[in-house]
Nanobody, 128 residues
Framework: QVQLVESGGGLVQAGGSLRLSCAASGRTFSNLSMGWFRQYPGKEREFVAAITWSGAYAYYADSVKGRFTISRSNAKNMVYLQMNSLKPEDTAVYYC?????????????????????WGQGTQVTVSS
């Protein structure tokens, strides 16, 4: 059974940092791009960041560029999201995602339909 399990969320003051982790299991993930989405209450999920299967390419939403960094360890089946200079508007539930297919070496998706596997989400709350 494929599982993505997020951890590392919590409450932090504006300007602070958090590191989210995602543990993947149930199949080989080293040949899959992976990413992070977030969801505000009452809103649709939105793309945050993605990383290609090799880790050579990373992509970010404009709203987090320069503040967030996505990385991965294929040896550990882990994906990370380092979040710095957090803002109250970063408050959301964050989801780890992966597609079920291997795409080109630079592929990444920014829509929810591009990903087949989703974690249960972890809450990030940034206080002002």
């Amino acid at each position: 059974q494929v599982q993505l399990v997020e951890s590392g969320g919590g409450l932090v003051q504006a300007g602070g940092s958090l590191r989210l982790s995602c543990a993947a299991s149930g199949r080989t993930f080293s040949n899959l791009s992976m990413g992070w989405f977030r969801q505000y209450p009452g809103k649709e999920r939105e793309f945050v960041a993605a990383i290609t299967w090799s880790g050579a390419y990373a992509y970010y939403a404009d709203s987090v560029k320069g503040r967030f960094t996505i990385s991965r360890s294929n040896a550990k089946n882990m994906v990370y999201l380092q979040m710095n200079s957090l803002k109250p508007e970063d408050t959301a539930v964050y989801y780890c995602v992966a597609p079920s297919k291997t795409y080109s070496s630079r592929w990444y998706g920014t829509t929810t339909g591009a990903y087949d596997y989703w974690g249960q989400g972890t809450q990030v709350t940034v206080s002002s």
